[in-house]
């Protein structure tokens, strides 16, 4: 029952299998301890009986007492745990599952973003795994523990009487072979309720992205008709889907409570036929009040099992994902980064076709041309951010694609024309280029990006919080701060994806692509830098205006 299937079906971790265990073993003994209790009351009403009728007690009152205080002291303890294996340790399953899915996450490439968007993702971090936790804490542990409790009770329930047992039962495995017969609809309802979900969650998260340029180009209205219309049809999705699976769950509790009238017919006619007597019919009656309330709670949230299959199998997706994964040494001879005639492409769609060059160790390589012409897609490569589809790329000999991401990254800064920033203050931004910076180390890199001259104006300095993205500050300065994070690294390998695509006139007249070149050269022990350039130093107006991504590979060399 627990197998690796069981794990695949439910997304659960090796920890998870292990709740689901402890909640099926405690939800078994807590119905039998709920059993227990209707047994009590059958020798209760046997005592009243005999005092009525033979005027004898056949039980001690104190005996009844006692086993009483005894049901309600081994029923709080059973509850008590039950609670704890189904709800408290599920949590901490959540927090797993998140965990898990992050560091996944983190090994994959880019190649995999690249086919998803965000929307999608959060969909599945926060929304899919909300859904499972609620099955993996309300229903697994509950559902498995009544099938197994009720079958032990109905073993002594045949032993009493089969005849009854039947009518006592026999409804428990239509409705649950009816709700199982209609998983074909709740999981084709589901699929288009995630489907109408994610579209929402894109929406929003789309109009709160773009709210500037939706406000800018005044589009308010046609923005927001469009996403009341994904916001009506989630809303349609939704009700129909709940409709369908009420409908089902709902047919299936009516059909098992049938036997509640079943037992009754059938016991009254074997007392009429002298083949039972009343007290044998009395506790059935006693024990059919209990024996499906286990199942209350599980048919109620079956449907939301079925359901939450398409949760999981996203879940699942993502953990069989292969990442990018090699050699944990990197010792490269050198490091001449080389393409070897290198072909890739975007869903199909060409970008590089053999390409081949070399960027040598202790010079500047620009790759120029228009934009869409595969110069950012290189530095990436170079990376190893996404694996080449045909030809290699060698660092210093060594093909990257055999080496660990996280081991050949540790070897190279990046700056793209993208810049990410987090909500943090400007000094942690820079030192994400290297954990252990001091502070003076921090200073220097972004006086040398030319940080220091908009950071003195700010009120807190370098401590002042950029928001998310940055977006306190302009284009230029999130750029300037990503120059600095690069100059911090000292790393053997530098990419430079137009970096100075957004810095401001002021800083273009500095020659500021210039000064980050010559920076670069002269703090990784090169004396000398010579570009092919117009005369006044410009590499971007050399270039006719036109786009450039840099590749600088450090190196011990005089002259560049």
């Given at each position: 029952?627990?197998?690796?299937?069981?794990?695949?079906?439910y997304?659960?971790?090796?920890?998870?299998?292990?709740?689901?265990?402890?909640?099926?073993?405690?939800?078994?003994?807590?119905?039998?301890?709920v059993?227990?209790?209707?047994?009590?009351?059958?020798?209760?009403?046997?005592?009243?009986?005999?005092?009525?009728?033979?005027?004898?007690?056949?039980?001690n009152?104190?005996?009844?007492?006692?086993?009483?205080?005894?049901f309600?002291?081994l029923?709080?303890?059973?509850?008590?745990?039950?609670?704890?294996?189904?709800?408290?340790?599920?949590?901490?399953e959540?927090?797993?599952?998140?965990?898990?899915l992050?560091?996944?996450?983190?090994?994959?490439?880019?190649?995999?973003?690249?086919?998803?968007?965000?929307?999608?993702?959060?969909?599945?971090?926060?929304?899919?795994?909300?859904?499972?936790?609620?099955?993996?804490?309300?229903?697994?542990?509950?559902?498995y523990?009544?099938?197994?409790?009720?079958?032990?009770?109905?073993?002594?329930?045949?032993?009493?009487?089969?005849r009854?047992?039947?009518?006592?039962?026999?409804?428990?495995?239509?409705?649950?072979?009816?709700?199982?017969?209609?998983?074909?609809?709740?999981?084709?309802?589901?699929?288009?309720?995630?489907?109408?979900?994610?579209?929402?969650?894109?929406?929003?998260?789309?109009?709160?992205?773009?709210?500037?340029?939706?406000?800018?180009?005044?589009?308010?209205?046609?923005?927001?008709?469009?996403?009341?219309?994904?916001?009506?049809?989630?809303e349609?999705?939704?009700?129909?889907?709940?409709?369908?699976?009420?409908?089902?769950?709902?047919?299936?509790s009516?059909?098992?409570?049938?036997?509640v009238a079943?037992?009754?017919?059938?016991?009254?006619?074997?007392?009429?036929?002298?083949?039972?007597?009343?007290?044998?019919?009395?506790?059935?009656?006693?024990?059919?009040?209990?024996?499906?309330?286990?199942?209350?709670?599980?048919?109620?949230?079956?449907?939301?099992?079925?359901?939450?299959?398409?949760?999981?199998?996203?879940?699942?997706?993502?953990?069989?994902?292969?990442?990018?994964?090699?050699?944990?040494?990197?010792?490269?001879?050198?490091?001449?980064?080389?393409?070897?005639?290198?072909?890739?492409?975007?869903?199909?769609?060409?970008?590089?076709?053999?390409?081949?060059f070399?960027?040598?160790?202790?010079?500047?390589?620009?790759?120029?041309?228009?934009?869409?012409?595969g110069?950012?897609?290189?530095?990436?490569?170079?990376?190893?951010?996404?694996?080449?589809?045909?030809?290699?790329?060698?660092?210093?000999?060594?093909d990257?694609?055999e080496?660990?991401?996280?081991?050949?990254?540790?070897?190279?800064?990046?700056?793209?024309?993208?810049?990410?920033?987090?909500d943090?203050?400007?000094?942690?931004?820079?030192?994400?280029?290297?954990?252990?910076?001091?502070?003076?180390?921090?200073?220097?890199?972004?006086?040398?990006?030319?940080?220091?001259?908009?950071?003195?104006?700010?009120?807190?300095?370098?401590d002042?919080?950029?928001?998310?993205?940055?977006?306190?500050?302009s284009?230029?300065?999130?750029?300037?701060?990503?120059?600095?994070?690069?100059?911090l690294?000292?790393?053997?390998?530098?990419?430079?994806?137009?970096?100075?695509?957004?810095?401001?006139?002021?800083?273009?007249?500095?020659?500021?692509?210039?000064?980050?070149?010559?920076?670069?050269?002269?703090?990784?022990?090169?004396?000398?830098?010579?570009?092919?350039?117009?005369?006044?130093?410009?590499?971007?107006?050399?270039?006719?205006?036109?786009?450039?991504?840099?590749?600088?590979?450090?190196?011990?060399?005089?002259?560049?």
């Amino acid at each position: 029952m627990f197998g690796e299937n069981f794990k695949r079906k439910y997304a659960l971790t090796h920890q998870g299998v292990q709740n689901v265990k402890k909640g099926t073993f405690w939800t078994v003994i807590v119905n039998i301890v709920v059993m227990g209790g209707m047994g009590i009351l059958y020798l209760l009403m046997n005592h009243l009986i005999s005092l009525l009728i033979k005027n004898q007690a056949e039980m001690n009152v104190l005996v009844i007492i006692g086993l009483l205080i005894a049901f309600v002291c081994l029923s709080f303890i059973t509850h008590l745990q039950q609670y704890t294996s189904t709800y408290g340790l599920v949590y901490g399953e959540v927090k797993a599952t998140r965990i898990s899915l992050a560091e996944k996450l983190r090994q994959l490439p880019l190649g995999y973003f690249h086919k998803k968007d965000i929307a999608d993702l959060t969909e599945t971090l926060m929304g899919d795994v909300n859904r499972m936790e609620h099955v993996w804490s309300h229903v697994l542990g509950y559902l498995y523990g009544s099938y197994i409790s009720t079958g032990i009770i109905a073993v002594f329930l045949f032993i009493y009487d089969w005849r009854l047992a039947i009518s006592c039962l026999w409804g428990v495995p239509v409705a649950f072979g009816l709700l199982f017969g209609s998983r074909q609809w709740t999981s084709k309802a589901s699929q288009k309720l995630k489907q109408a979900a994610i579209q929402v969650s894109d929406g929003i998260q789309e109009s709160l992205e773009n709210v500037r340029e939706i406000r800018a180009t005044n589009q308010e209205e046609t923005y927001l008709q469009g996403l009341y219309q994904k916001i009506d049809t989630h809303e349609k999705v939704m009700i129909k889907g709940e409709l369908v699976a009420g409908l089902f769950v709902n047919g299936a509790s009516v059909i098992m409570r049938l036997g509640v009238a079943t037992t009754i017919l059938v016991g009254v006619h074997l007392i009429v036929q002298g083949q039972v007597d009343f007290m044998i019919l009395f506790m059935f009656l006693l024990v059919i009040t209990r024996i499906y309330a286990p199942f209350d709670q599980s048919l109620a949230l079956i449907a939301e099992m079925f359901i939450s299959q398409v949760s999981a199998n996203r879940i699942t997706e993502i953990y069989d994902t292969p990442v990018a994964s090699g050699e944990k040494t990197f010792k490269p001879k050198g490091h001449d980064i080389e393409f070897h005639h290198v072909s890739f492409a975007y869903d199909l769609q060409d970008v590089l076709k053999d390409v081949s060059f070399i960027a040598k160790e202790g010079e500047v390589t620009a790759l120029v041309g228009p934009s869409g012409s595969g110069k950012s897609t290189c530095a990436k490569l170079a990376a190893r951010l996404f694996d080449v589809q045909k030809g290699k790329i060698t660092v210093g000999g060594v093909d990257i694609n055999e080496v660990d991401p996280e081991v050949l990254l540790s070897d190279y800064s990046m700056v793209f024309q993208d810049v990410v920033l987090f909500d943090d203050s400007i000094k942690e931004n820079i030192r994400l280029g290297k954990r252990n910076a001091t502070d003076e180390e921090v200073y220097k890199a972004a006086k040398a990006a030319n940080c220091d001259e908009f950071v003195q104006k700010l009120p807190d300095g370098y401590d002042t919080l950029i928001g998310e993205n940055g977006t306190k500050l302009s284009g230029g300065e999130r750029q300037r701060i990503s120059l600095a994070r690069a100059f911090l690294s000292q790393a053997d390998c530098i990419l430079l994806d137009e970096p100075t695509s957004n810095l401001d006139v002021l800083n273009e007249d500095l020659h500021i692509m210039d000064q980050t070149a010559i920076t670069l050269c002269k703090d990784n022990g090169i004396d000398l830098c010579v570009f092919n350039m117009q005369e006044d130093g410009n590499i971007a107006r050399a270039c006719n205006g036109e786009s450039i991504g840099t590749i600088i590979s450090k190196g011990g060399n005089e002259t560049c």
